[in-house]
């Protein structure tokens, strides 16, 4: 059992169409991430939410960090196949060193 | 600024062999990470440094992995001998200390057959 549960393992959508994918756990987290990966590349941040019920948003994509800071969910409106990835949500538990987990992922397909 | 620089970007070895994985860090980051991302999976945290120094290693298979931060910057992950669970893409990542904020390098694909 990992960490943190990433929903939907899989999705694929039509360009144009909104999607959300959670991350959760029954762990509280310090903060948590938001990373993309694409093919032969490693992952790249795209948001830290530190704040319980924080929202940020970037462009079409909207990140939102739980109240008890144990889940979080990232909600990309009319998807574009750009987004097309491995969305990955990492967290850190706030103990000595700043580890940080990861979710096993969830993978976007959008068609044109 | 120059990104986090991985090498080689991919190997075969045959099972049994040996195999070292080299990363050098963004400049001033006092923290380096060693995943190790088998395909279809989110990366599994293998060890962290602080500077020269462990912080964790609890999930590196000790007898098989090795890895070192000699002067505090570059890192060498080690595996002898490699076994066929092994492939996966080994990725590097480093912050600055105190921080979560990972920049990975592209990674090293490993091959073990």
């Known amino acids: 059992t990992q960490l943190l549960e990433q929903s939907p393992q899989f999705l694929s959508i039509q360009e144009g169409e909104n999607l959300t994918v959670y991350c959760n756990s029954s762990?509280?987290?310090?903060?948590l991430q938001w990373y993309r990966q694409e093919p032969g590349e490693g992952p790249v941040l795209l948001v830290t939410?530190?704040?319980?019920?924080e929202v940020k948003k970037l462009k079409r994509l909207t990140f939102q960090f739980g109240d008890a800071r144990k889940d979080s969910s990232l909600h990309i409106t009319a998807a574009q196949p750009g987004d097309t990835g491995l969305y990955l949500c990492a967290g850190d538990l706030g103990n000595a060193g700043n580890m940080l987990t990861f979710g096993g992922g969830t993978r976007l397909m959008v068609k044109p | 600024e120059a990104g986090v620089a991985q090498s080689p970007r991919y190997k075969i070895i045959e099972k049994r062999q040996s195999v070292a994985f080299w990363c050098n860090p963004i400049?001033?980051?006092?923290?380096l990470y060693w995943y190790q991302q088998i395909l279809g999976q989110g990366p599994k945290l293998l060890i962290q440094f602080q500077n020269n120094g462990v912080v964790d290693d609890s999930q590196l298979p000790k007898d098989r992995f090795s890895a070192e931060r000699l002067k505090g910057v570059d890192s060498t992950l080690k595996i002898q001998p490699a076994k066929l669970e092994d492939s996966a893409v080994y990725l590097c990542?480093?912050?600055?200390?105190?921080?979560?904020?990972?920049?990975f390098g592209q990674g090293t694909r490993l091959t073990v057959v």
């Open positions: 990542a480093s912050s600055f200390m105190r921080s979560t904020e990972a920049f």
């Open positions: 400049s001033g980051h006092a923290t």
């Open positions: 762990s509280v987290f310090s903060s």
């Open positions: 939410v530190v704040t319980g019920g």
